[in-house]
């Protein structure tokens, strides 16, 4: 009964920026870490970003100083403002949750995934 959904993806100029959300809906009591991860055809998904309850961050040396992951609680939803853009983060990305729907009952979420291109 939990969905992620992820928008904000597109194509981005190199330099430019883009803003991802993803909103966690349905049977939720509380949400623990939230992630986003990106994977590029043929390739490993990695983790990118990711920001537990109180606000602590985590970052892929290859986006720390470009991206920035925050979250509202209220909202159940999670940003990744990503800036300086460049072709190698061409990717879908993926929002990643650990939802609590019923105390004691924790589960794994994907969203769908957002298409990110920084044309070369």
């Known amino acids: 009964q939990v969905q992620l959904v992820e928008s904000g993806g597109g194509l981005v100029q190199p330099g430019g920026s883009l803003k991802l959300s993803c909103a966690a809906s349905?049977?939720?009591?509380?949400?623990?870490?939230m992630s986003w991860y990106r994977q590029a055809p043929g390739k490993q998904r990695e983790l990118v970003a990711s920001i537990t309850p109180g606000g602590s961050t985590n970052y892929a040396d290859s986006v720390k100083g470009r991206f920035h992951i925050s979250r509202d609680n209220a909202k159940n939803t999670v940003y990744l403002q990503m800036n300086s853009l460049k072709p190698e983060d061409t990717a879908v990305y993926f929002c990643h949750a650990f939802v609590v729907v019923r105390i004691g009952n924790e589960y794994s979420y994907w969203g769908q995934g957002t298409q990110v291109t920084v044309p070369s």
């Open positions: 349905g049977s939720i009591f509380s949400i623990n870490a």
